[in-house]
């Protein structure tokens, strides 16, 4: 056929060729070729000698056109794309070469298997356009910036009611915290918070958005802006009182860690929930304590100083104490106070006017004053209230009389005919 003649070489090689054949012709040396082509003068003597047996074909590689001993296999490849298509659809590559390997003991790399699934149609990028935005250093020891955030999404693909993931990243070194609760507010911020600090200590800063959770929205009063003091939530609050700085983000890309690994997590995190079957907080934050272990030691551990910044909890702080809703109420004459609807009688001898009462989180209420616990009981039934009854009398009506000025005025009607008199 007339397409065997023809011989397929690449720029590399007709330059190699066009270079060697001026060494045949006597026209450069072997060593002015080496310079040329920037090999060894032993592969130059290789080449020629692949040009006088096989004529310009010899310059050709000789593995071209043949199949790799590293190829995979046809079968390998439909296995591969049948588990995918029966398990792990919606992985991505990455994800989905880690479960090969753990799972099935597939070994296949994540750009092969994203060659296989961009063919196949399961996969596909898109880029986006992005603002230009000033790239900020990372913290340079862990605790000294944490990130904190919460993300409200579908976790259980519809097998379990929806909740809100509270998740923590230090800024330094990576590591990830996080648990599950059925709404982002007060409440699960503090215990969230609360079980990062028995783990790892109190960090010297949390970075976060203005939700009303983590920054007020109420207006100062002018006694405040005389002051110079921020109206606080109650998680501002306890921030405070702990000595951690607040810092609030002015949009999501200024806390764009936090960001990342939520994106992250409802990737990877939901599928891996998926393959077990949980459906449950209870089960899914069960299930964190294991995961998110081996997750930092894959993607965390990025370098950082030595030093640790987190500050061990003081053994005469209460964390119970802190993190809670805190509220003053009026202690009355009687010594009775209201909350939340109730009517509690304090017991304890106080000279007290003012109580604060305190809502743990484990949903107790605990009254101090002046940091002391003030004990209490729950009245359950109001006294009744007795209201004198108003003795009903029947109203005559009012006849004036006879030298009444209304009657000597003469502009007064008769009962009888309506006729003035």
Excluded at 253 to 280: C, H, N, P, W, Y
């Amino acid at each position: 056929m007339a397409g065997e003649d023809i011989i397929m070489l690449r720029q590399k090689e007709l330059k190699r060729l066009h270079v060697l054949k001026k060494v045949l012709d006597g026209e450069l040396s072997k060593s002015e070729a080496c310079e040329f082509l920037s090999v060894s003068e032993r592969h130059v003597r290789r080449l020629l000698k692949r040009i006088s047996e096989y004529g310009d074909v010899g310059i050709k590689h000789k593995s071209r056109g043949r199949m790799s001993i590293r190829r995979i296999l046809k079968e390998c490849k439909e296995r591969v794309l049948e588990l995918y298509k029966e398990k792990y659809i919606g992985f991505g590559p990455t994800h989905f070469g880690e479960k090969l390997h753990e799972t099935e003991g597939i070994d296949v790399s994540k750009e092969t298997l994203r060659k296989w699934l961009k063919v196949e149609g399961f996969w596909h990028q898109v880029r986006k356009s992005r603002r230009y935005r000033q790239w900020r250093q990372r913290k340079e020891h862990r605790g000294e910036m944490l990130q904190l955030d919460g993300r409200q999404r579908d976790w259980f693909e519809g097998r379990g009611s929806k909740c809100v993931l509270m998740g923590y990243i230090d800024d330094a070194s990576g590591e990830v915290y996080g648990r599950f609760y059925m709404y982002e507010g007060t409440i699960p911020a503090m215990d969230s918070f609360k079980r990062y600090i028995e783990k790892y200590g109190i960090p010297l800063s949390v970075y976060m958005d203005k939700h009303t959770t983590y920054k007020s929205s109420a207006r100062p009063t002018i006694e405040d802006e005389l002051n110079n003091v921020e109206p606080l939530s109650e998680f501002g609050r306890a921030l405070r009182e702990l000595g951690v700085q607040r810092i609030h983000a002015n949009s999501p890309q200024a806390k764009g860690r936090v960001e990342r690994l939520f994106r992250t997590l409802q990737d990877r995190l939901i599928k891996e929930m998926r393959l077990i079957g949980i459906s449950t907080i209870e089960a899914a934050n069960k299930f964190l304590e294991e995961y998110l272990p081996a997750y930092n030691k894959q993607f965390a551990g990025r370098e950082s100083k030595e030093d640790d910044f987190h500050r061990p909890l003081p053994q005469d702080l209460k964390l119970d104490g802190v993190l809670c809703i805190k509220t003053e109420r009026l202690l009355r004459n009687d010594f009775t106070l209201s909350y939340n609807k109730k009517l509690y009688q304090i017991q304890s001898q106080t000279t007290a006017q003012r109580v604060i009462v305190e809502e743990r989180l484990d949903g107790s209420l605990v009254m101090t004053y002046q940091g002391a616990i003030l004990t209490y009981e729950e009245i359950m039934q109001r006294p009744m209230v007795h209201k004198a009854h108003k003795v009903r009398t029947e109203k005559t009506a009012y006849i004036p009389p006879a030298e009444h000025p209304w009657r000597r005025s003469g502009t007064h009607k008769s009962k009888n005919n309506g006729l003035r008199v």
